[in-house]
């Protein structure tokens, strides 16, 4: 439906140049120029990107607007070419515009991959995924050296994953070895690398013909090497399957990852099998949504902690009221441990995982507040400003979780780490594109945190004051801080706690 060819009344923003628009005014940090322009324009800003109709907010009431009231209207993605040749042409979930395709993949998700029963099956992974890591950094601790948190932090998301996913851990005792794992460590960081940059090419489309950096290329030789990867452990999968019907042997639902999942599934349109580049795009998504997400959050918290020791002393003794020194962190701990869950809900606010959501684009014409919003508009929720808006929070630069522990996120004398009625945090997003990964999301970050800070005491590393510890962050896909996490562990736990199995 097209109501305005040419939109009179479009929201305020900057002025613009000819062709460039406002393309010259983002730096490197985008989330906090998009920020500055909100405060100087309004809650809803209009950008002319190059040739790209965007907006942009950090305003509770208009995101509500944008992802509840107009759900219907904001629920696409924009084609750019990292989602072409990164996604499978777009076909994955969530880089895909909205439609039949997408729709059919998020239900597979939700009904097959993402559900309790599935995640309950993997808790003994994670159980074990919990205690290596503690080992890890026992063992790391050992030599009173600093440990690398990013290191440490980024292993265990990305076992947790791989082990849910393709049936393997990739680091530590009995894993899948070194070089594999490079491998791919090497092309998921190099895929994010590229989801993140804001590609001129997306914005003038003469850039992409200059393409003066090779970026395209660079796109699709990534594409090349995923692709690959993926052939080979779904081709190991195969083999698996039909070992297993040579000898008779049934399929263990409570035994099967997700890729074993997907390839007992029918294929669209009655075909007896998923594709495999249906099947490819669907584990690439969740590698790349569910790995780096839950570490980056990891390594922000534990460096927010950190840095405020009256905060690491209030988590702890939190800890020992509710696990007790004598035994590790259990999952059915966690909805227990309140303070712990204001420290995420705290760094979700200063440190959003993604800088801004995923970007939406707008299926048709409407309105905002009045305001002309023209179809295939791209909008830019800046969750990063909205956790720093000056209008809904006080002193915004303080790490204070004790200002979440009221909010209307507690339920159930829980505290809820979602948006809330009041939308004042959006770590997930809400509407029809709202992250369905959360719950296993929560549970990794609050499992990484709670094993950390009840086996260990943390201190900067030597001769530092915590105050000085860095948080400035590098903007991408995801957001992480611009300096690796380093810091002294000191084992406060009994010692036959560590080993015990
Ligand atoms: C702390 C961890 C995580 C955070 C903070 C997070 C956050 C988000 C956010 C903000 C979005 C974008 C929503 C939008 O554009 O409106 C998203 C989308 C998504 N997330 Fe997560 N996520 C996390 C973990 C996970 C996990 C563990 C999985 C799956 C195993 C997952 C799967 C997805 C998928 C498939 C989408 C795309 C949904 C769509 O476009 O329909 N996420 N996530």
């Known amino acids: 439906l097209k109501l305005f060819t040419n939109p009179t009344n479009l929201p305020p923003g900057p002025p613009r140049w000819p062709i460039v628009g406002n393309l010259l005014q983002l730096t490197h940090l985008p989330h906090r120029d998009m920020a500055a322009l909100s405060r100087k324009y309004g809650p809803l800003v209009y950008l002319k990107l190059g040739s790209v109709d965007a907006i942009t907010t950090d305003d509770p009431t208009t995101i509500r607007e944008i992802l509840l009231q107009q759900d219907d209207v904001f629920a696409s993605r924009p084609?750019?070419?990292?989602?072409?040749?990164?996604?499978?042409?777009?076909?994955?979930?969530?880089?895909?515009?909205?439609?039949?395709?997408?729709?059919?993949?998020?239900?597979?998700?939700?009904?097959?991959?993402?559900?309790s029963k599935r995640l309950e099956s993997f808790s003994t992974h994670r159980a074990s995924e919990a205690q290596h890591l503690v080992r890890d950094v026992w063992a790391r601790a050992q030599s009173g050296k600093a440990v690398n948190l990013r290191e440490v932090l980024g292993g265990f998301s990305m076992n947790n994953v791989t082990r849910m996913l393709v049936g393997k851990q990739y680091f530590g005792g009995g894993s899948a070895g070194p070089s594999e794992a490079m491998e791919f460590i090497h092309i998921t960081h190099e895929l994010f690398r590229l989801l993140g940059v804001i590609y001129l090419g997306d914005y003038l489309p003469f850039w992409r013909w200059v393409d003066p950096h090779g970026c395209e290329d660079k796109m699709r030789q990534v594409e090349k090497?995923?692709?690959?990867?993926?052939?080979k452990i779904i081709q190991e999968h195969r083999m698996e399957r039909k070992r297993k019907e040579a000898h008779g042997e049934q399929d263990d639902d409570a035994n099967m990852d997700f890729v074993d999942v997907l390839l007992s599934l029918p294929g669209e349109d009655g075909k007896e099998h998923?594709?495999?580049?249906?099947?490819?795009?669907?584990?690439?998504?969740?590698?790349?949504?569910?790995?780096?997400?839950?570490?980056?959050?990891?390594?922000?918290?534990?460096?927010?902690?950190?840095?405020?020791?009256r905060v690491l002393a209030k988590v702890q003794e939190e800890l020992h009221t509710v696990v007790g020194p004598d035994r590790l962190v259990l999952e059915s701990d966690l909805v227990h441990l309140n303070y712990l869950r204001c420290v995420v809900r705290e760094t979700f606010r200063m440190h959003p995982a993604g800088p801004f959501l995923i970007p939406h684009e707008s299926l048709r014409d409407t309105k905002i507040h009045g305001y002309d919003i023209p179809a295939k508009t791209r909008i830019f929720i800046n969750t990063h400003g909205l956790g720093r808006n000056t209008k809904i929070w006080d002193n915004v630069d303080e790490f204070r979780p004790e200002r979440h522990w009221a909010t209307d996120g507690m339920m159930n004398n829980r505290v809820e780490i979602s948006h809330g009625a009041d939308f004042k945090i959006l770590p997930f997003s809400a509407g029809k594109r709202k992250c369905p990964g959360a719950p296993l999301g929560v549970t990794l970050v609050l499992m990484g945190l709670a094993q950390l800070f009840h086996s260990f005491d943390w201190a900067p590393p030597e001769g530092m004051d915590p105050r000085d510890i860095d948080t400035n962050e590098v903007y991408g896909m995801t957001m992480p801080k611009a300096h690796p996490l380093m810091a002294i562990a000191r084992p406060r736990l009994p010692a036959p706690v560590y080993q015990s199995k």
């Not at 090497?225 to 052939?231: A, L, M, P, T, Y």
């Not at 569910?290 to 918290?301: C, H, L, P």
């Open 274 to 309: 998923m594709d495999d580049a249906e099947i490819k795009a669907l584990i690439q998504d969740m590698i790349a949504a569910a790995t780096d997400t839950s570490a980056v959050t990891n390594e922000w918290a534990m460096a927010e902690v950190i840095k405020h020791p």
């Open 79 to 115: 084609r750019t070419l990292a989602a072409v040749h990164l996604a499978y042409g777009c076909n994955d979930v969530a880089l895909a515009p909205f439609g039949p395709n997408w729709k059919r993949m998020r239900r597979i998700c939700m009904e097959h991959l993402l559900t």
């Open 225 to 231: 090497q995923v692709d690959e990867f993926h052939s």
